[in-house]
């Protein structure tokens, strides 16, 4: 290949994608299953690659030329090969600090805590450093007590105001969590470099927390950009940036509605698949298609609500894994935190709304959970705070169906 990307297991990565917006320019992923088949890789007549995990400590010290950042950062993520000789590059640097900046992450005199001690850590801690970071420490699963510490030291987890994961823990393969937010008493902001899926678990509980929180997706793209220019000798604007991730964003992100009963979230998603032209899907009718035709209240009293639960859970579950869906949920999906951090990944979601005063009693009919108007305020008033909390959009449905539709688009 001329451009690519190599690393152990790259199936995840959006680069291909960035790669062709930017120049147009066939841009492949291969993933090398060991060290060696990387050396083979770098003897081929390639023109410009991208390297990641774990092989950036081994493009390091097999090219021949280093520019100045590389050097000095320990890291090569973008190789270039002229003449038979490898130049290295690690446009990493700039990718994270445009992702500081572009979040309006200050880092100035912050006590910064970075997760890993791997080729990534690296690369933080030199843009930290440049930034001007008060103190920079590491957390690491093997600590050497001296320049890294365990996950378990609390005071210097107390003590960060920034904190910034490098490693893998987070990726679609291992989405978990290295912290416990709780103890995070000074922390102003935390950024995790993985971008796939865009909220990871850490972010997703530091902003649970009421944290600041931010994923590697602009890292991403400006990094990328950074290696495109070296690969094609041409300058990109940031407006291109901008570009790359709407498009991003369309491509790999779900859109979700949830809301109270009777606020109309499925007409409103069928009607507005027309133009998104995705999969759709209500959850409630996949429930009653997979339990053959049997209504809502027929499952609750033939079966139970757990198990109605139980099976919500798991169609969501099968649609996290999931791109390109239009998921309307059922009203009291959100009261499973399981059911939202799934769908929070990968998904915009908005909160559709209605004035009750639009929904009359005759409409209120085949819910087991909402017989009358009365149960239907109670419901919206005890489940208001949670759906705030899960929506990154809110859409009032009470007037015309065009009206909503409009409000969705402009959010998008």
């Known amino acids: 290949m001329e451009y690519g990307l190599i690393g152990k297991n790259i199936t995840y990565s959006y680069s291909d994608k960035i790669h062709m917006m930017l120049s147009g320019n066939s841009y492949e992923l291969l993933s090398l299953s060991d060290e060696q088949k990387v050396l083979d890789f ?65 880092i100035k005199d912050k006590n910064c805590l970075i997760l890993g001690t791997g080729a990534t850590s690296r690369t933080v801690k030199f843009v930290l450093e440049n930034k001007g970071a008060k103190s920079i420490k590491f957390l690491s699963r093997k600590p050497d007590n001296k320049t890294s510490f365990s996950y378990g030291q609390k005071d210097i987890i107390e003590q960060a105001e920034i904190i910034v994961n490098t490693t893998p823990v987070g990726t679609s393969e291992n989405n978990d969590s290295l912290l416990d937010f709780s103890d995070c008493k000074s922390l102003e902001c935390f950024v995790d470099v993985v971008y796939n899926p865009h909220k990871t678990k850490m972010v997703i509980e530091a902003r649970d927390h009421g944290i600041k929180s931010v994923g590697g997706l602009d890292m991403l793209i400006a990094q990328a950009a950074k290696s495109n220019e070296l690969f094609v000798n041409r300058k990109h604007s940031e407006d291109k940036y901008h570009e790359i991730r709407v498009f991003l964003e369309k491509s790999t992100l779900q859109i979700v509605f949830i809301g109270h009963p009777f606020a109309g979230k499925t007409a409103l998603s069928r009607e507005f698949n027309k133009y998104f032209k995705g ?93 009358d108007k009365n149960e239907l305020e109670n419901i919206i008033k005890n489940r208001k705070e949670i759906y705030e909390k899960y929506a990154d959009f809110e859409v009032d449905n009470s007037g015309l169906l065009e009206d909503s539709m409009k409000r969705i688009w402009r959010c998008l």
């Not at 995990?53 to 973008?78: C, G, H, M, Q």
């Open 279 to 371: 999969n759709f899907i209500d959850v409630d009718e996949e429930i009653i298609r997979r339990e053959n035709g049997k209504t809502i209240p027929e499952i609750f009293e033939e079966k139970g609500e757990a198990y109605f639960r139980s099976l919500e859970t798991q169609i969501i579950k099968e649609l996290s894994c999931k791109v390109g869906y239009l998921i309307s949920l059922g009203g009291g999906a959100v009261l499973s935190k399981e059911n939202m951090d799934l769908l929070r990944q990968n998904s915009i979601i908005f909160n559709v709304k209605r004035d009750i005063e639009k929904i009359s009693e005759n409409d209120i009919k085949n819910r087991p959970l909402c017989k």
């Open 42 to 106: 770098l003897k081929t007549d390639f023109k410009g690659i991208n390297i990641t995990i774990p092989y950036k400590n081994l493009a390091y010290k097999s090219v021949d030329s280093l520019s100045e950042i590389a050097r000095k950062t320990e890291v090569v993520n973008t190789v270039i090969k002229k003449d038979g000789k490898l130049y290295g590059y690690n446009t990493d640097v700039y990718g994270f600090s445009y992702l500081l900046d572009k979040n309006s992450i200050e």
